[in-house]
C-alpha cells in the first residue's frame, strides 16, 4: 500500500508496510503511482508524452527510474506487502496482565467552570470527591504488582484539578519513592493542571519529582477566557499566564506541555500557537474538542477545510522557524521517521483497558479518562483488580485489524487505529472509527512527515 501526495513544495511517497518515505522528483512522482497499473512500456510512452516539453526527461531517464522503482520494490522498500495482520491478534497476549501506566483522578472537583470540559466541569456527572491517601497507596501498590518484568511505570495526576488535592500528591509522591526501591520499580510521574493552584511550592516540588507537567492553556487571551472560566464567569489567563511562564522558566523549558483545546470557536487556532509561542513557551499540543456533536464547541463540517489549511500553515510555521535557529515541539508532529514505535505498539495502539487504566477517588478502575463515569465500563478496583473481565477482553481484542473502516486506509499504522474512547462516543463501539477524527490526523500525520522529511533534506 502507497500514499502519496505534495505539500510543501515535497513529492511525497510513503510505503505504508515497510515504513519507507521516499522523496522523489515529478517524473519519479508519476512513475510510482502508475507503476503497479500500467505495463512497463505503456508507463514509459505515456511519461514521455507527458514530459514532452522537457529536454532532459529522455528515455534512457524513464527507463533508468523505472528500474530503480524496481530496485526498491525488489528490496522491500516500495509496494511491500502486509506482513502484520497474521500476527494483529497475538500481540496484545504477550503483555497480558501486565500494567504500565495510571492516570490517578485525585480530585472529581474543579475551581473552573470550562464549557467544553469532556469530565463535566471536573465531576465526571457523578459526585464530586477527592481521592484520600489510603486509595492512592493502593492505586500504586496494585500498579506494581501488576507490572511483572516492568521497571519503568508511568502514573499522571489527573483530575478534575488536581492541585484541589495537592497535599496528598505530595504524600503519595512520597510513598512511591520508597516503595520504588523496594519493589526496584521506577515511578514517573505527571502533573496536569488548570494552573489556578499554581505557587512556588507546586512548582518547586513539581520540578523536583514530576517528569513531565501538562499546563491547560488555549492561546489567545479571548479564546481562552470564552470557556476556560471560574464559577462566577470570570476568565483565567491573566491569573494562570504568569504563573506558567515561572514554572516553565524553573523547569528548565522543557519537560512540559502547554496543551490546549481549539473548537468551533476558534478552528484558526494556528494564532493561538503563535500567542503561546509569544509568550515564550515551546512545547506546545493544540487538541480539537471531544464533545457531543450538538454541542456549540464541537467542531462541524464547515470547520474542517479551515482546520486542515491549520495544520499545513503550522508545518511551513515550525519549518521556517526551525531553519531560523528558533525551533518549538508541536505534540501532534513528533514522529521518527528513522525508527518510531514498534510494530507493537502500530498495531495496538495505546493499551488503555489493559496495559493503561484510570483510578476514580474512590478506587474503581476504568479503561482510560475519557471512561470515567460510564459505569459499563468499570474494569474492578484497585483491591481487587480486574473483575469485568469481559470488558478487558474486549478492549484486549481492539487492534487497527479488528476495524473494518482501517482497512484500506494508509494512516493504520501511524494511528494505530485511533482513540476507543472518541470511536465508543461517536459510534457506540469502541472498535467504531470517529471519521472527523481521522480526517483530522491524516492531516497531521502529512503535515508531520512532510515537515521531517523537509528537515533531512536541509541537514543532507
Given at each position: 500500500?502507497l500514499?502519496?501526495?505534495?505539500?510543501?513544495?515535497?513529492?511525497?511517497?510513503?510505503?505504508?508496510?515497510?515504513?519507507?518515505?521516499?522523496?522523489?522528483?515529478?517524473?519519479?512522482?508519476?512513475?510510482?503511482?502508475?507503476?503497479?497499473?500500467?505495463?512497463?512500456?505503456?508507463?514509459?510512452?505515456?511519461?514521455?508524452?507527458k514530459?514532452?516539453?522537457?529536454?532532459?526527461?529522455?528515455?534512457?531517464?524513464?527507463?533508468a527510474?523505472?528500474?530503480?522503482?524496481?530496485?526498491?520494490?525488489?528490496?522491500?522498500?516500495?509496494?511491500?506487502?502486509?506482513?502484520?495482520?497474521?500476527?494483529?491478534?497475538?500481540?496484545?497476549?504477550?503483555?497480558?496482565?501486565?500494567?504500565?501506566?495510571?492516570?490517578?483522578?485525585?480530585?472529581?472537583?474543579?475551581?473552573?467552570?470550562?464549557?467544553?470540559c469532556?469530565?463535566?466541569?471536573?465531576?465526571?456527572?457523578?459526585?464530586?470527591?477527592?481521592?484520600?491517601?489510603?486509595?492512592?497507596?493502593?492505586?500504586?501498590?496494585?500498579?506494581?504488582?501488576?507490572?511483572?518484568?516492568?521497571?519503568?511505570?508511568?502514573?499522571?495526576?489527573f483530575?478534575?484539578?488536581?492541585?484541589?488535592n495537592?497535599?496528598?500528591?505530595?504524600?503519595?509522591?512520597?510513598?512511591?519513592?520508597?516503595?520504588?526501591?523496594?519493589?526496584?520499580?521506577?515511578?514517573?510521574?505527571?502533573?496536569?493542571?488548570?494552573?489556578?493552584?499554581?505557587?512556588?511550592?507546586?512548582?518547586?516540588?513539581?520540578?523536583?519529582?514530576?517528569?513531565?507537567?501538562?499546563?491547560?492553556?488555549?492561546?489567545?487571551?479571548?479564546?481562552?477566557?470564552?470557556?476556560?472560566?471560574?464559577?462566577?464567569?470570570?476568565?483565567?489567563?491573566?491569573?494562570?499566564v504568569?504563573?506558567?511562564?515561572?514554572?516553565?522558566?524553573?523547569?528548565?523549558?522543557?519537560?512540559?506541555?502547554?496543551?490546549?483545546?481549539?473548537?468551533?470557536?476558534?478552528?484558526?487556532?494556528?494564532?493561538?500557537?503563535?500567542?503561546?509561542?509569544?509568550?515564550?513557551?515551546?512545547?506546545?499540543?493544540?487538541?480539537?474538542?471531544?464533545?457531543?456533536?450538538?454541542?456549540?464547541?464541537?467542531?462541524?463540517?464547515?470547520?474542517?477545510?479551515?482546520?486542515?489549511?491549520?495544520?499545513?500553515?503550522?508545518?511551513?510555521?515550525?519549518?521556517?522557524?526551525?531553519?531560523?535557529?528558533?525551533?518549538?515541539?508541536?505534540?501532534h508532529?513528533?514522529?521518527?521517521?528513522?525508527?518510531?514505535?514498534?510494530?507493537?505498539?502500530?498495531?495496538?495502539?495505546?493499551?488503555?483497558?489493559?496495559?493503561?487504566?484510570?483510578?476514580t477517588?474512590?478506587?474503581d478502575?476504568?479503561?482510560?479518562?475519557?471512561?470515567?463515569?460510564?459505569?459499563?465500563?468499570?474494569?474492578?478496583?484497585?483491591?481487587?483488580?480486574?473483575?469485568?473481565?469481559?470488558?478487558?477482553?474486549?478492549?484486549?481484542?481492539?487492534?487497527?485489524?479488528?476495524?473494518?473502516?482501517?482497512?484500506?486506509?494508509?494512516?493504520?499504522?501511524?494511528c494505530?487505529?485511533?482513540c476507543?474512547?472518541?470511536?465508543?462516543?461517536?459510534?457506540?463501539?469502541?472498535?467504531?472509527?470517529?471519521?472527523?477524527?481521522?480526517?483530522?490526523?491524516?492531516?497531521?500525520?502529512?503535515?508531520?512527515?512532510?515537515?521531517?522529511?523537509?528537515?533531512?533534506?536541509?541537514?543532507?
Amino acid at each position: 500500500m502507497l500514499h502519496c501526495y505534495k505539500l510543501g513544495g515535497l513529492n511525497i511517497v510513503l510505503d505504508i508496510y515497510s515504513g519507507s518515505v521516499h522523496v522523489v522528483d515529478e517524473v519519479a512522482y508519476d512513475i510510482i503511482e502508475a507503476y503497479e497499473q500500467t505495463p512497463r512500456e505503456e508507463l514509459v510512452a505515456h511519461i514521455l508524452e507527458k514530459y514532452a516539453d522537457h529536454a532532459d526527461v529522455t528515455r534512457d531517464e524513464v527507463e533508468a527510474c523505472c528500474d530503480q522503482v524496481e530496485q526498491l520494490k525488489q528490496a522491500g522498500k516500495l509496494f511491500a506487502p502486509d506482513t502484520f495482520s497474521a500476527m494483529a491478534g497475538s500481540l496484545k497476549e504477550r503483555s497480558a496482565g501486565v500494567v504500565k501506566a495510571l492516570c490517578l483522578h485525585v480530585a472529581h472537583t474543579c475551581n473552573l467552570n470550562c464549557a467544553y470540559c469532556f469530565a463535566s466541569q471536573g465531576n465526571y456527572h457523578g459526585d464530586r470527591a477527592v481521592m484520600s491517601l489510603e486509595v492512592g497507596k493502593q492505586a500504586l501498590d496494585f500498579l506494581m504488582e501488576h507490572s511483572p518484568g516492568r521497571t519503568n511505570l508511568e502514573v499522571d495526576f489527573f483530575g478534575g484539578e488536581p492541585l484541589m488535592n495537592w497535599d496528598m500528591i505530595k504524600e503519595l509522591v512520597a510513598y512511591a519513592r520508597v516503595r520504588e526501591k523496594e519493589a526496584g520499580k521506577n515511578f514517573r510521574f505527571t502533573l496536569t493542571t488548570n494552573g489556578v493552584l499554581v505557587d512556588d511550592d507546586v512548582i518547586d516540588f513539581a520540578n523536583r519529582e514530576m517528569s513531565n507537567v501538562v499546563l491547560s492553556l488555549d492561546g489567545r487571551k479571548e479564546v481562552h477566557d470564552r470557556f476556560r472560566v471560574d464559577y462566577a464567569g470570570n476568565g483565567s489567563w491573566e491569573k494562570i499566564v504568569p504563573k506558567f511562564q515561572r514554572f516553565v522558566e524553573k523547569r528548565g523549558n522543557k519537560n512540559y506541555y502547554m496543551r490546549g483545546t481549539f473548537t468551533h470557536a476558534n478552528p484558526d487556532f494556528l494564532k493561538d500557537i503563535e500567542e503561546m509561542l509569544r509568550l515564550g513557551f515551546t512545547e506546545l499540543s493544540m487538541e480539537p474538542v471531544v464533545c457531543a456533536p450538538d454541542d456549540p464547541s464541537a467542531l462541524t463540517a464547515d470547520d474542517l477545510p479551515i482546520v486542515m489549511q491549520q495544520y499545513e500553515q503550522l508545518a511551513e510555521l515550525m519549518l521556517k522557524r526551525h531553519r531560523e535557529g528558533k525551533p518549538f515541539t508541536f505534540y501532534h508532529y513528533m514522529i521518527d521517521l528513522k525508527g518510531g514505535p514498534c510494530i507493537y505498539k502500530r498495531l495496538s495502539g495505546c493499551g488503555s483497558g489493559t496495559e493503561y487504566m484510570a483510578v476514580t477517588p474512590w478506587g474503581d478502575l476504568y479503561p482510560c479518562h475519557q471512561f470515567v463515569g460510564e459505569e459499563k465500563f468499570k474494569l474492578g478496583n484497585v483491591w481487587d483488580g480486574v473483575t469485568n473481565t469481559a470488558v478487558q477482553d474486549e478492549f484486549a481484542a481492539c487492534n487497527v485489524y479488528t476495524r473494518e473502516e482501517c482497512k484500506d486506509c494508509w494512516a493504520k499504522l501511524y494511528c494505530s487505529g485511533g482513540c476507543a474512547a472518541n470511536a465508543y462516543h461517536a459510534t457506540g463501539s469502541v472498535n467504531g472509527v470517529y471519521e472527523y477524527g481521522c480526517e483530522l490526523f491524516r492531516k497531521r500525520m502529512e503535515c508531520a512527515i512532510m515537515l521531517e522529511a523537509a528537515k533531512t533534506m536541509g541537514e543532507c
